[in-house]
């Protein structure tokens, strides 16, 4: 919405039944939220422009969850893109996180045209800078390497 998207042109899905009481909470109420498994979900075949994914893949460690959540997404966009950002590297403090590689994000979108750019700082480095000073964030966050997510857009053409 803070790029100037309408309400009610938005879709989000959430598993957690906490997460989704506290989006109906904050979000306006022309935005439709679902509930539930997303690649299980009865979105409409090639109904969405943009499909959006944030930190959902490094979260589903068995390749084939990643693979129907993928296929779904794909199905359900229009000639458009879906947007990812999500980690690029693993988490060594936290298992239940694993870092997407590019070449997997081809993998699931193998029809898509990728164009690629990792971003955000590290948060545990992140913190640890902003803690001696604030600006820091911006010439650690300017070495690619430090950078733990990318961000991918990932272009559906029209079918010929």
Known sequence: M?????????????????????????LPAGVQLL????AGLSIEAA??????QATVFSSLLQDDTQQRLAQAMWQWLKPGAVLWYDFCMDNPRNRDVRGVPLSRVQALFPQGRL??????LAPPIARRVCRLHPSLYHLFNA????RSHRLVWIHKPHQS
């Open 2 to 26: 803070r790029a100037g998207f309408t309400p009610s042109h938005l879709t989000g899905c959430e598993l957690l039944p906490e997460r989704l009481a506290t989006a109906r909470e904050v």
């Open 115 to 120: 164009s690629a750019q990792r971003v955000t």
């Open 47 to 52: 109904s969405q422009d943009i499909v959006f």
């Open 35 to 38: 509930a539930g498994d997303a």
């Open 143 to 146: 070495l690619p390497l430090l």
